[in-house]
């Protein structure tokens, strides 16, 4: 089988099951750090892929073929918005032509500073969909007007594992797809606060960040990104601002989750969004 982009066989498990047996004691966070360490399980910056492991090994789980010690706390997920401080509306809505903020600035928000902070206060309260924690690469953007107010606001994780229109147009087969996956990323959130009411300012943001993600993402995990995806929500949005900032719609989902193994959970269908950041993202993408 193959999860998390690695391709584990029959002795891969039973090692994987030696290794717990081994160390009861320690706790989840513990042992994906030693399995990333004793599979030197590392990204292009030589940083430990945990999350990735932590992921890998609750997947097992659910497969049967491990068992994980007892959680020591909650999930953090289930708590994730419930103590994170709104951010104050100004008391005159922003709503100036977008040539009176300009420039702006878009900087990345660090984990830990004082914009990350503002990052999940503007998501948790203002996006429908709320926070989230990120696992695996990501970065989260804040941008900012020429008068320092916060505008806009976005987050870049892991693409999604698979997506038939996507990997169509890509030309994508199972294997090259899970060897390259890292070199796409999906803009999983993307927020102007509702007291910002500024004709184009969505569309001139994506662009923005667009021209440059490839070398934040290169500074950050030690290699680029050619293409963007985004999934839009058909009920509420029409995908303007993608479109406007030259995304291309590729199709639509089928209304199933990645965890839908039984065909049984049905979820809104999204349009499908792409954008190439290089001439040659295909072959960049399908790359051996």
């Not at 584990?8 to 081994?22: H, K, M, V, Y």
């Not at 995908?239 to 291309?248: H, I, K, M, S, V």
């Not at 349009?271 to 790359?287: I, M, Q």
Request: charged residues 25%; contains cysteine; proline residues 6%.
């Amino acid at each position: 089988m193959v999860m998390q982009g690695r391709e584990l066989n029959t002795s891969d498990i039973e090692g994987i099951c030696g290794f717990l047996q081994a160390h009861p004691e320690w706790n989840r966070t513990r042992l994906s750090r030693e399995l990333c360490e004793l599979w030197d399980w590392r990204n292009a910056a030589g940083r430990l892929k945990d999350m990735a492991a932590r992921t890998l090994l609750l997947k097992l789980e659910r497969a049967g073929c491990i068992a994980l010690p007892a959680r020591q706390r909650p999930s953090a997920n289930a708590r994730r918005n419930l103590h994170i401080a709104p951010v104050l509306a100004p008391e005159e809505p922003i709503s100036s032509p977008l040539r009176e903020l300009q420039p702006l600035a878009v900087s990345i928000a660090k984990p830990g500073t004082p914009d990350a902070r503002l990052v999940q206060g503007l998501l948790a309260h203002e996006h429908y969909l709320g926070a989230r924690n990120s696992v695996g690469e990501n970065l989260r953007y804040l941008v900012r007007d020429r008068f320092g107010r916060p505008v806009a606001c976005a987050l870049f994780g892991s693409a999604a594992w698979k997506c038939a229109d996507r990997d169509a147009f890509i030309g994508w087969d199972r294997t090259i797809r899970e060897r390259n996956l890292q070199h796409l990323t999906n803009n999983t959130r993307f927020l102007i606060p509702r007291w910002v009411r500024v004709p184009h300012l969505a569309s001139h943001v994506l662009g923005l960040i667009a021209r440059r993600i490839r070398a934040d993402w290169q500074e950050k995990y030690g290699h680029p990104v050619h293409a963007l995806e985004t999934f839009v929500e058909r009920s509420r949005f029409q995908g303007t601002c993608y479109r406007a900032a030259n995304w291309q719609r590729l199709g639509k989902t089928c209304g199933r989750t990645r965890n839908d193994r039984n065909n049984t959970i049905r979820v809104g269908i999204k349009d499908v969004y792409l954008h190439a950041l290089t001439p040659d993202f295909r072959k960049e993408l399908c790359a051996p």
